[in-house]
């Protein structure tokens, strides 16, 4: 069955960096986008960014863009969210996800149990 | 952006009661609209896609639908693991753009 892990997730201070990676299994990675996704406590879901089947374009969100970074690794059926200059408002349970439609954008039909990220000083 | 208002935000019911849950997009989103169900402390769970298509697997007391701007999900009889809360998601694919609802938190009466 499909199944996504994500780790990488930790307390890092403002101002610095944080790389979160899901592995994946029990589909074909390299035809799926794939996304990030977080919920801050006690809040809604935030679409982070996404990532198309082959890598060779990536959307974000506004809150993130210039700071995160999404790549994907096909060979290792690896999807990784790169943070940088984090804000303690980045802090959130992140999730990773498939999208549902073979090289296209449907939204997410399959999610890992999520990483914690804390950013506090 | 398209917002999405989701409501209620909260509600009570008992087991086997019919309940509803409305979205509203800000503009015309055609039928780009999916629904998951979350459970405290883990991943959503996609429950309809399309705005009307039931995902494989979840049961039929599920149901969805609506077009353009107004969105309905309904449960039909609700059952005692259907508490948790519901979250309506908008989707654009040129260029790929995802909007969440505030969420329904569904809580036993």
């Known amino acids: 069955q499909v199944q996504l892990v994500e780790s990488g997730g930790g307390v890092v201070q403002p101002g610095r960096s944080l790389r979160l990676s899901c592995a994946t299994s029990g589909f074909t990675f390299s035809s799926y986008g794939m996304h990030w996704v977080r919920q801050a406590p006690g809040r809604g879901l935030e679409w982070v960014a996404v990532i198309s089947y082959d890598g060779s374009n990536k959307y974000y969100a506004d809150s993130v863009k210039g700071r995160f970074s999404i790549t994907r690794d096909n060979s290792k059926n690896t999807l990784n969210l790169q943070m940088n200059s984090l804000r303690v408002e980045d802090t959130a349970v992140y999730y990773c996800?498939?999208?549902?439609?073979?090289?296209?954008?449907?939204?997410?039909?399959?999610w890992g149990p999520g990483t914690t990220v804390t950013v506090s000083s | 952006d398209i917002q999405m208002t989701q409501s209620p935000s909260s509600l009570s019911a008992s087991v086997g009661d019919r309940v509803t849950i409305t979205c509203q997009a800000s503009?015309?989103?055609?039928?780009?609209l999916n629904w998951y169900q979350q459970k405290p402390g883990k991943a959503p769970k996609l429950l309809i896609y399309?705005?009307?298509n039931l995902e494989t697997g979840v049961p039929s007391r599920f149901s969805g639908s609506g077009s353009g701007t107004d969105f309905t999900f309904t449960i039909s009889s609700l059952q005692p693991e259907d508490f948790a809360t519901y979250h309506c998601?908008?989707?654009?694919?040129?260029?790929?753009?995802?909007?969440f609802g505030q969420g329904t938190k569904l809580e036993i009466k």
């Open positions: 996800a498939k999208d549902r439609w073979t090289y296209g954008y449907h939204g997410m039909d399959v």
């Open positions: 399309d705005a009307s």
């Open positions: 998601q908008q989707y654009d694919n040129l260029p790929p753009r995802y909007t």
């Open positions: 503009r015309d989103i055609r039928n780009y």
